[in-house]
């Protein structure tokens, strides 16, 4: 069965620094997303991505975020510099039509 | 604002048993739900989705019930299993607009 994959599994970084978080959607899904989850808390909207720019955003998503399709496959989401309340897990998903959402694995982000 | 909520945060059953968990929305113009599991350190996994033209879908042993007049979503899981041991969050989504919202999750503890 397909799969989203997301890279690293897991990233430790300094306050301040620039984070990467790395996406694989499924190669023929059309719609690209992000989300987060703070440890013990529900799943929170970030981005939506579709025909190559941002087609939704939620408040979270500040001028400190920004994504990118920078070729066929891969979908990034790079914070430009991090702080301690970013550590969560962010979660990528894709989907082909309007329906059928499906997420990755994730990337435990821990700001230090 | 719109939220999705639960209305149990756990759950316990004994193996066998029959569970119900239940999602209360407030948007009325969600029109798309779903159902994840999302089992510790990793990503929500799809179990069941209805359509708001839809009250009831069925998929093996599990069946999604909506309830568009009281805004009410379950999940019915038939002879529960272990494994089906995990936190469950109801997602919906509104006419035309991309992002799931979350509620906070139901976490379902299944006993041998």
């Known amino acids: 069965e397909p799969e989203v994959t997301q890279t690293p599994s897991h990233q430790v970084t300094q306050m301040g620094q620039e984070v990467i978080l790395r996406c694989v959607p499924i190669?023929?899904?059309?719609?690209f997303y992000w989300y987060r989850q703070i440890l013990g808390q529900k799943v929170e909207f970030l981005v939506s991505?579709?025909?190559?720019?941002?087609?939704?955003k939620s408040e979270i998503f500040d001028d400190q975020f920004s994504v990118e399709r920078p070729d066929g496959s891969n979908f990034t989401l790079k914070i430009r510099s991090t702080k301690l309340e970013d550590s969560a897990m962010y979660f990528c998903?894709?989907?082909?039509?309007?329906?059928?959402?499906?997420f990755g694995s994730g990337t435990r982000l821990t700001v230090v | 604002g719109e939220s999705v909520g639960l209305h149990l945060p756990t759950l316990s059953v004994q193996e066998g048993d029959n569970s119900i968990i239940n999602c209360a929305y407030s948007?009325?113009?969600?029109?798309?739900f779903i159902w994840y599991k999302q089992e510790s350190g990793k990503g929500p996994q799809f179990i069941i989705d209805?359509?708001?033209?839809?009250d009831k879908r069925q998929g093996q042993r599990v069946t999604v019930l909506l309830n568009k007049t009281v805004k009410h979503l379950s999940l019915q899981i038939a002879a529960t299993q272990p494994g089906d041991s995990a936190v469950y969050f109801c997602?919906?989504?509104?006419?035309?607009?991309?992002?799931?919202?979350f509620g906070t999750g139901t976490r379902l503890l299944v006993s041998p």
């Open positions: 998903a894709s989907r082909h039509d309007n329906y059928g959402y499906t």
């Open positions: 997602a919906e989504k509104a006419e035309g607009f991309q992002k799931l919202v």
């Open positions: 190669s023929n899904h059309l719609y």
């Open positions: 209805i359509r708001s033209n839809m």
């Open positions: 948007n009325s113009a969600s029109d798309y």
């Open positions: 991505f579709y025909n190559n720019e941002i087609s939704e």
